[in-house]
C-alpha cells in the first residue's frame, strides 16, 4: 500500500468515518414518504388527506398545490405529478415526526385518480390515435446523422447484410438508494444531496422554491455510487424536501427504499435497433443504415444529448464510405430513461460491434482480421464525417492481442467444439472495438465549460474548490495529481474543499465521462496560473529564463543546474511577502466543434476514448449456462495519473457490462414493474467476475486532455457486452440478438447452432 | 415496521405450548432469512401476524450426528455448519453440496435446514435432496412426536403438513456412505443464486453393475420437490448404458409435462432437466460399455 498513490478519500472511507447523507443528523428533523401513483396514466382529482393528518406524528402533507416556484419545465417530471405518466411517480409526500410513521400514514392518504389510457411501447406510442403523454405528441426526439448515400452504399455492394437487436432497460443500482435533508435556514435553504451533479440540482430546487441560485446551496455529502442515476432523480427528491422543509420550518429527511429507489428512479435507455450493412466480398464496407426506436419513457430528461450521442457513434469506429442513422425516442407510460454509465453508447456499441461480427462470420473472415481491416486510423474520416486525430485502435488492438493470444484461443475454442459435439461445455471467443467521444460534444446540451479554483495557503497547504462530484471513481484524487504534476507538490499538502455550491465554483456535473478531459483542465489551468506566479519569482532568484524551469519534488529549478534550486514553500511565503496572492482560478471550455445539427455531420466532439474487449466463454449447450472464463479489456487512457486506480475502473466497467451482457433486465409489463429488488433483478456478483481478467492500460496522449489524458469512467462498461456475446455466437454458431444473453435465450441460440451446423 | 412479540421458549414443549395458544398469529422462526423478506414484502402468509417464536434456545434443535447407520441433523443446522461437516461429507455428500450452493455466506450462516424446509419453498436446495435421501422429519407437537417422510412434507408452495402448533425437531436418514450421490444446481448466476433447477441422485449398483436401489428428486420441476418415479423404474433392476440414461432423463421430463402441464417455461425446462438427470446419471452410475 503505496501511500503515495493512495486515494484522498479512502482513509475515511475504511475507516468507517466519511459521512454519508444518512449519517447526517439534525435536530427536530422530520421524515417524508412518498405517496406514489398506481396506475401507469392518470389524473389526480383529489387528495384526501385528513385520516394521515389525523394519524400520529404527521405534521404535514405536501402536493402539487404547495410549490412556491414552478413544478418543473415543460415535459419534464414534476417535483409532484397532477398527471402521474408512470406507476409509481409521486403525487404527494406525508411529512411525519419519524420514518414509519410518515410510511405508515402513505397508506392513509386516500387519491381519487381518474385513469387515463396509457401505452407501454414505443412502437404503440407513435401510432396514430394513440394516448398522448405530451401535449406536442409522443415523439420525444428525433435525430438523424450521417454522410454520403447510403443507397449508392448499397448498390456498390456485393452483399447486404439486415439484423435487428434488442437492449433492454437497466438499473444503476447503486450500493447507497438515493436520500436527501433539506435544512431551512435564514432566507435560505440547504439541501444535503449525494449527486453527481451539484450545481443541476441547485437549480431545479431554486425552481421550485422560487429562489434565486444564491439562496440555495447543495451540499455534496460522501456518495454511494450513482452511475449516472444520482441526477435528476435527486433534484427531484431534493425538492420535494425542500418544499416541505420551507412548510414546517424543520429539517425534512426524505429516503427512497430499494424497491422506491427502482420503482420511480431514472433507467438506462431500451433500445430496438434495425442494422443494414453492405459490404463487398473482400470485407470492404461499402455502407451502413441504422434505425433505432428508443423508449424515452413518461419523460424528457436527457433523452436528447442521449439520443444524439447514440445516433452520433452508431456506425462504430469503422470506415464506411456512406452511413446514415436515423433515431427516434418515443414518450411511454413507463417510468423515464435517463442518463446511465455509457449515456447512449452500451446499446449502440453491442448492436454494432455484433452486426459487424456477423459480417465476417457471413465472410467467413476472422474477425479480428475484419476489425483491423475496416477500423478508423489516424486522419481517417468517421461516420458523422468528422476527420479523427489520436487514434490508438491499432495500438489497443495489438495490446489486446499480447495478452489474450487471439489466435491461439479461438483455434483452442474451435477444438474444443469438436471434441463436444452436442450437449457438453465448449469454448468460444469475441471481441469489441470501442470508440465514444469525451465530454457533451458538439451535440450536446449547453456549453462544456469548467472551472476550478485553488487556494494556496501561507504554510504551503493547498485547498481546491471544486463543485465536481466524487461519485467514487476516484475523481477527486485525479485533480489531486494534476495538481501535483503541475506544480510539482507534495500530494499531503492537498484538500480539496467538500462541496457546496456557495463556496466552490461551477466546474459542471460528473458526467459525459468529462472530468478527467474538461474539470482536468481546469484544475491545470488553475495550477498553471500559481506555477507562473512563482516562475516570476524563481527566475529571479535563480537568474534563469523562467521558461526554462522545472516544479518537482517541492523545488523549482534549472534541469540543467539542479541542485540550483528554490523551494516551493520559499515561493509561496515570498508571494505572501510581497502582499500578493497565490491562489489559482482555472476556467475550461471546449471551444472549436464545427458539427451541422440539422444533418449530423461534422466535428462531434473534440476528443475520442479508444479500446477493445476480447472475451472467452464457456457456453453449456445443455443449459445455455455461460461462464465468462477470460476477459481482456484495454483503454487507452493517453495518461495514467494512477495506474492501480485506472485498473480498478476497468474492473467495475467489466462486471457491470457483464450484469448487462447476461443478467440484468428491468421486468417492466403494462408499466408495471416486476423485479424491485436485488433478489430478482440480478447483478453480477464477484463469483461472476471471470477468473482470468486483464484490465490493460494504454497511454497515447491526446492533444485535449491534460497531459493528454482521455476520459474512462464511462467506456470500460461500454464493450463489454458485445464481446460476450460475440464469444457466446463463437461457441454456439448463433448469435443472441437481444440483451441479456440469459439462460433461455443462449439454450435456444445453442439448439439453433446444433441446426445450423447440422 | 415490524411490530411483533418476541417469545424465545427454553423447551420444545413450552415452545409448542405456545404455538397452540396462539394459532394462526405465531411464527417459529429460525434464521430468519425467507421469513424477514416475506415480512418485509408484506406477504400475505404473515397478515394476522403477532407472535415470533425464537428457537434458537433448544439444544434438541442442532447438532448432526450419525448412530447405527441413521444420520440425524437438527432442524437449526445452518447451511454453513451443513456444508463443513464432517458427518455429512461422509454419509450425505449430497446435503452438504446442495447447502454449499444456497445464497451467499451471509444466508448460509444464518439460514437453516429446517427453516427452508418450514418455508416450502419449490425452489429449495435441500428439500430434493432430503427427498432422494429417504428421509424423515421428526416433529413435534402438544401432544408429543411423529415423524412425516420428507416426501409429503410440502403439500404445495408454500405450504407444509406441520400442524401450526408443530415444529420441526430435525431430520434423519439411513446413510449413504456406501452409494453414489450427485447434486446438480442450476442458477441463472454463479452464486447469490435460486435454483432454476436442481437434481438430487442416490444410487447404488450391485457387484454385477444393477441398480438395486435409485432415488432420483429434481427440483423445480414439479409442483413440489419430489422423486421422479417414472424414471427410477425405468432405472430400477437394470445395468445402465447410454439408451437406457436417455430414456430415464426423458421420462423425467415427461413427467415434468404430465403433472404439471404446458408452461411458458416448458420450451426451455423439457429439453433442460432432460440434460441435467442424464448429467447426474452419467456421474452416479458406472455404465455398461
Aim: proline share 5%.
Amino acid at each position: 500500500m503505496g501511500q503515495k498513490n493512495q486515494r484522498i478519500d479512502v482513509l475515511e472511507k475504511v475507516l468507517g468515518k466519511a459521512k454519508y447523507v444518512n449519517d447526517l443528523k439534525f435536530p427536530d428533523v422530520l421524515h417524508g414518504a412518498v405517496v406514489r401513483c398506481p396506475h401507469p396514466h392518470a389524473k389526480v382529482i383529489s387528495i384526501d388527506a385528513s385520516a394521515a393528518l389525523a394519524a400520529e406524528g404527521v405534521v404535514t402533507i405536501v402536493s402539487a398545490k404547495d410549490i412556491p416556484g414552478i413544478p418543473c419545465q415543460p415535459t419534464h417530471k414534476p417535483i409532484f405529478a397532477v398527471e402521474p405518466k408512470y406507476m409509481g411517480e409521486g403525487v404527494a409526500m406525508v411529512v411525519a415526526g419519524t420514518l414509519e410513521q410518515a410510511r405508515e400514514a402513505v397508506r392513509l392518504v386516500q387519491v381519487d385518480y381518474e385513469v387515463l389510457p396509457a401505452v407501454t411501447t414505443p412502437e404503440e406510442a407513435l401510432k396514430p390515435g394513440a394516448p398522448l403523454l405530451h401535449p406536442n405528441g409522443n415523439v420525444l426526439c428525433h435525430y438523424q446523422t450521417g454522410k454520403g448515400d447510403v443507397e449508392a452504399g448499397f448498390a456498390e455492394a456485393d452483399h447486404i447484410l439486415v439484423r435487428e437487436y434488442d437492449t433492454q432497460r437497466q438499473e444503476h443500482m447503486p450500493i447507497e438508494p438515493e436520500a436527501v435533508v433539506a435544512v431551512p435556514e435564514f432566507q435560505s435553504m440547504v439541501v444535503y444531496a449525494p449527486t453527481n451533479s451539484a450545481y443541476n440540482v441547485r437549480q431545479t430546487v431554486c425552481e421550485t422554491l422560487g429562489l434565486p441560485e444564491n439562496r440555495v446551496s447543495l451540499r455534496i455529502p460522501t456518495i454511494g455510487g450513482s452511475f449516472g442515476g444520482k441526477n435528476y432523480d435527486l433534484a427531484v427528491m431534493s425538492s420535494r424536501a425542500a418544499v416541505a422543509a420551507t412548510i414546517t420550518g424543520r429539517p425534512v429527511r426524505l429516503v427512497c427504499t430499494r424497491e422506491e429507489s427502482i420503482l420511480e428512479g431514472t433507467k438506462r435507455h431500451p433500445y430496438h435497433c434495425r442494422y443494414q450493412v453492405g459490404y463487398k466480398d473482400d470485407g470492404t464496407l461499402t455502407a451502413i443504415q441504422v434505425t433505432i426506436l428508443g423508449d424515452g419513457g413518461a419523460y424528457t430528461s436527457k433523452s436528447h444529448p442521449v439520443a444524439t450521442r447514440s445516433a452520433i457513434e452508431s456506425c462504430g469506429p469503422y470506415v464506411v464510405p456512406n452511413a446514415h442513422t436515423d433515431l427516434t425516442f418515443a414518450y411511454t407510460n413507463n417510468l423515464y430513461s435517463d442518463s446511465m454509465r455509457g449515456f447512449g453508447s452500451p446499446q449502440v456499441d453491442f448492436s454494432c460491434e455484433v452486426v459487424m461480427d456477423e459480417v465476417a462470420r457471413e465472410l467467413g473472415m476472422d474477425p479480428m482480421e475484419f476489425r483491423r481491416k475496416n477500423h478508423i486510423r489516424e486522419n481517417d474520416v468517421s461516420a458523422v464525417g468528422q476527420t479523427m486525430t489520436c487514434v490508438s485502435l491499432g495500438k489497443c488492438l495489438a495490446r489486446a492481442d499480447e495478452d489474450f493470444h487471439w489466435a491461439d484461443r479461438r483455434e483452442a475454442a474451435k477444438a474444443s467444439r469438436a471434441r463436444r459435439r452436442g450437449l457438453g461445455k465448449v469454448r468460444g471467443v469475441g471481441m469489441a472495438l470501442l470508440h465514444r467521444g469525451e465530454a457533451f460534444g458538439a451535440a450536446g446540451q449547453g456549453l462544456d465549460t469548467s472551472a476550478v479554483s485553488m487556494l494556496t495557503n501561507w504554510d504551503g497547504s493547498i485547498v481546491i474548490l471544486t463543485s465536481v462530484s466524487e461519485v467514487g471513481m476516484g475523481c477527486h484524487t485525479m485533480l489531486v495529481n494534476v495538481l501535483c504534476e503541475t506544480l510539482g507538490v507534495h500530494r499531503d499538502r492537498i484538500v480539496v474543499c467538500p462541496v457546496d455550491t456557495n463556496y466552490v465554483p461551477n466546474s459542471g456535473a460528473t458526467v459525459a465521462t468529462r472530468t478527467t478531459v474538461v474539470v482536468g483542465n481546469a484544475m491545470k489551468n488553475a495550477a498553471q496560473q500559481v506555477r507562473d506566479k512563482m516562475s516570476v519569482i524563481a527566475a529571479k532568484e535563480l537568474g534563469v529564463p523562467a521558461g526554462r524551469l522545472e516544479f518537482k519534488d517541492e523545488k523549482i529549478y534549472d534541469p540543467a543546474d539542479p541542485e540550483h534550486f528554490v523551494t516551493y514553500l520559499h515561493l509561496v511565503q515570498e508571494i505572501h511577502a510581497q502582499g500578493q496572492n497565490a491562489y489559482g482560478h482555472g476556467w475550461y471550455t471546449v471551444t472549436g466543434l464545427k458539427y451541422d445539427r440539422a444533418n449530423g455531420n461534422g466535428e462531434a466532439y473534440q476528443s475520442y476514448a479508444y479500446g477493445v474487449c476480447m472475451a472467452e466463454v464457456e457456453v453449456d449447450l445443455a443449459t445455455g449456462q455461460v461462464s465468462v472464463e477470460k476477459f481482456t479489456a484495454v483503454h487507452d487512457v493517453g495518461h495514467a495519473f494512477d495506474k492501480e486506480e485506472v485498473k480498478g475502473q476497468i474492473d467495475g466497467g467489466v462486471s457491470m457490462g457483464l450484469g448487462y451482457a447476461l443478467y440484468e433486465d428491468l421486468a417492466i409489463k403494462d408499466g408495471e414493474i416486476r423485479n424491485r429488488n436485488f433478489d430478482r433483478y440480478l447483478i453480477a456478483t464477484a463469483m461472476d467476475m471471470p477468473e482470468d481478467l486483464s484490465p490493460i492500460v494504454v497511454e497515447e496522449p491526446t492533444n485535449t486532455g491534460p497531459y493528454g489524458a482521455r476520459g474512462l469512467g464511462e467506456p470500460t462498461a461500454c464493450a463489454v457486452a458485445p464481446a460476450i456475446v460475440n464469444a457466446i455466437a463463437d461457441a454456439t454458431g448463433c448469435y443472441v440478438r437481444s440483451l441479456p444473453a440469459d439462460l433461455e435465450k443462449v439454450l435456444k441460440a445453442a439448439r439453433s447452432g446444433i441446426e445450423d451446423r447440422g | 415496521m415490524l411490530r411483533y412479540d418476541y417469545v424465545r421458549p427454553a423447551s420444545v414443549e413450552e415452545a409448542c405450548a405456545f404455538l397452540l395458544k396462539t394459532p394462526g398469529r405465531s411464527c417459529p422462526i429460525a434464521g430468519c432469512t425467507d421469513f424477514l423478506v416475506q415480512v418485509r414484502e408484506k406477504s400475505a402468509r404473515w397478515k394476522d401476524l403477532q407472535y415470533v417464536v425464537d428457537l434458537s434456545a433448544l439444544p434438541e434443535l442442532s447438532g448432526i450426528r450419525v448412530e447405527d447407520g441413521i444420520v440425524h441433523v437438527g432442524a437449526m443446522t445452518t447451511h454453513s455448519a451443513a456444508e463443513h461437516s464432517p458427518v455429512l461429507a461422509e454419509h450425505a455428500p449430497l446435503l452438504a453440496a446442495a447447502c454449499a450452493s444456497v445464497g451467499s455466506p451471509q444466508i448460509r450462516n444464518r439460514g437453516t435446514i429446517g427453516g427452508a424446509v418450514a418455508n416450502a419453498s419449490p425452489a429449495s436446495d435441500p428439500m430434493p435432496v432430503l427427498i432422494a435421501l429417504e428421509a424423515n422429519a421428526l416433529v413435534q407437537g402438544p401432544n408429543g412426536q411423529r415423524t412425516i417422510p420428507m416426501s409429503d412434507m410440502i403439500v404445495k408452495p408454500g405450504k407444509t403438513a406441520l400442524a401450526p402448533d408443530e415444529i420441526i425437531l430435525g431430520f434423519s436418514f439411513p446413510s449413504v456412505a456406501h452409494m453414489r450421490t450427485v447434486f446438480l444446481k442450476l442458477g441463472r448466476r454463479k452464486a447469490l443464486s435460486i435454483s432454476r433447477m436442481n437434481v438430487s441422485l442416490v444410487v447404488h449398483q450391485d457387484a454385477e453393475g444393477v441398480i438395486d436401489h435409485v432415488a432420483l428428486a429434481p427440483g423445480c420441476v414439479f409442483a413440489a420437490p419430489d422423486r421422479a418415479r417414472k424414471a427410477e423404474a425405468l432405472l430400477l433392476g437394470r445395468r445402465p448404458d447410454a439408451a437406457l440414461i436417455d430414456d430415464a432423463a426423458k421420462a423425467v421430463a415427461d413427467e415434468m409435462i404430465e403433472r404439471t402441464g404446458v408452461r411458458w417455461s416448458t420450451e426451455y425446462k423439457q429439453p433442460v432437466i432432460t440434460a441435467l438427470v442424464r448429467r447426474a446419471l452419467e456421474n452416479g452410475t458406472e455404465v455398461a460399455e
